[in-house]
């Protein structure tokens, strides 16, 4: 398995498989990797001739008080990984290989970003998606692999290769959890052993939610108190959302009449973790 650091490398060996008309599968990443991401690398590695992890913390996607400086950072792990799941490459530029000192253009896909993590984080799916484009565009990917733990963001880069015709089949992978219901996150390792007890409540709260979908209840607002009281039980937690939105649109229902997303954000002390779980009618 190859690490390379820089475009010219990049689109050197991707010229190579394309003549040998080889598949492409693309997981973009921004490593210190989990189950989670292996997932998504497993499957790629099953439908694709080459995969290509990238790894790269992408700045433009952090907010100004966001933990772009602490966000851990283990390369030799992340290619032990990638390495053992059978990815052929990884691509882990760094940020000004990314983006030259003019850099200027970005992309921005409305409306849904308007709600969930885009209102929290203002300018982050911004970020997200040019990012994306730009591998989009270095690799050529036949498919590309992102997990449902990430929705809305799964939502928004389905969108974006609609709107802007990129070649390439999005394909969306299952959220990986812990023995204990926990979702995997690279974020998991801020938390304290007693903050990872705490985070325990986002499955919770959602599994009393997915009882209650399955007994017949159709009123979002009354859904929405169920897993805001059950978060509020743990002291540890403060809310930062509780949302339930049309799967399709990300606009928010009252009445649960077609599928929807069941999204959360919450801190843990100042660890902020995100989980959902689509409900199908
Ligand atoms: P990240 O490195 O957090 O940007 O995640 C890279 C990709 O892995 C994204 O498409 C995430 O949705 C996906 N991912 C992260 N955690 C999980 C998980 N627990 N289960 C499935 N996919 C995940």
């Given at each position: 398995m190859k690490i390379v650091n820089n475009i010219k490398d990049l689109k050197s060996c991707i010229k190579l498989w394309k003549d040998s008309n080889c598949s492409i599968g693309l997981v973009p990443t921004m490593g210190y990797l989990h189950e989670g991401h292996k997932s998504l690398i497993d499957r790629a590695c099953r439908e694709n001739d080459k995969v290509v992890v990238s790894v790269f913390v992408n700045?433009?996607?952090?907010?100004?008080?966001?933990d772009l400086d602490k966000y851990p950072r283990d390369i030799k792990r992340d290619s032990k990984l990638c390495e053992e799941s059978g990815a052929s490459l990884i691509f882990a530029p760094s940020p000004d290989e990314m983006y030259s000192k003019n850099f200027s253009t970005y992309i921005n896909v409305e409306n849904?970003?308007?709600?969930?993590c885009g209102s929290r984080r203002p300018g982050h799916f911004r970020g997200v998606c040019t990012v994306v484009s730009k591998l989009f565009n270095l690799i050529t990917p036949n498919k590309a692999y992102f997990g449902e733990k990430d929705a809305q963001q799964l939502a928004v880069i389905k969108h974006m290769v609609e709107d802007l015709n990129f070649d390439v089949t999005i394909v969306g992978c299952p959220i990986i959890r812990e023995y204990n219901g926990l979702a995997k996150s690279s974020?998991?390792?801020?938390?304290?052993k007693e903050e990872k007890k705490a985070a325990l409540i986002l499955n919770c709260s959602l599994g009393k939610a997915k009882k209650l979908l399955k007994s017949g209840l159709k009123d979002s607002n009354d859904l929405k108190s169920v897993i805001t009281n059950s978060l509020r039980d743990e002291p540890l937690a403060k809310i930062d959302y509780v949302e339930i939105v049309?799967?399709?649109?990300l606009k928010p229902v009252k009445k649960i009449e077609n599928n929807v997303l069941i999204a959360i954000a919450v801190f843990i002390g100042k660890t902020r973790l995100i989980d959902n779980f689509t409900w199908n009618i």
């Amino acid at each position: 398995m190859k690490i390379v650091n820089n475009i010219k490398d990049l689109k050197s060996c991707i010229k190579l498989w394309k003549d040998s008309n080889c598949s492409i599968g693309l997981v973009p990443t921004m490593g210190y990797l989990h189950e989670g991401h292996k997932s998504l690398i497993d499957r790629a590695c099953r439908e694709n001739d080459k995969v290509v992890v990238s790894v790269f913390v992408n700045p433009t996607q952090f907010g100004a008080n966001e933990d772009l400086d602490k966000y851990p950072r283990d390369i030799k792990r992340d290619s032990k990984l990638c390495e053992e799941s059978g990815a052929s490459l990884i691509f882990a530029p760094s940020p000004d290989e990314m983006y030259s000192k003019n850099f200027s253009t970005y992309i921005n896909v409305e409306n849904l970003t308007d709600g969930l993590c885009g209102s929290r984080r203002p300018g982050h799916f911004r970020g997200v998606c040019t990012v994306v484009s730009k591998l989009f565009n270095l690799i050529t990917p036949n498919k590309a692999y992102f997990g449902e733990k990430d929705a809305q963001q799964l939502a928004v880069i389905k969108h974006m290769v609609e709107d802007l015709n990129f070649d390439v089949t999005i394909v969306g992978c299952p959220i990986i959890r812990e023995y204990n219901g926990l979702a995997k996150s690279s974020r998991n390792t801020y938390l304290s052993k007693e903050e990872k007890k705490a985070a325990l409540i986002l499955n919770c709260s959602l599994g009393k939610a997915k009882k209650l979908l399955k007994s017949g209840l159709k009123d979002s607002n009354d859904l929405k108190s169920v897993i805001t009281n059950s978060l509020r039980d743990e002291p540890l937690a403060k809310i930062d959302y509780v949302e339930i939105v049309d799967s399709i649109s990300l606009k928010p229902v009252k009445k649960i009449e077609n599928n929807v997303l069941i999204a959360i954000a919450v801190f843990i002390g100042k660890t902020r973790l995100i989980d959902n779980f689509t409900w199908n009618i």
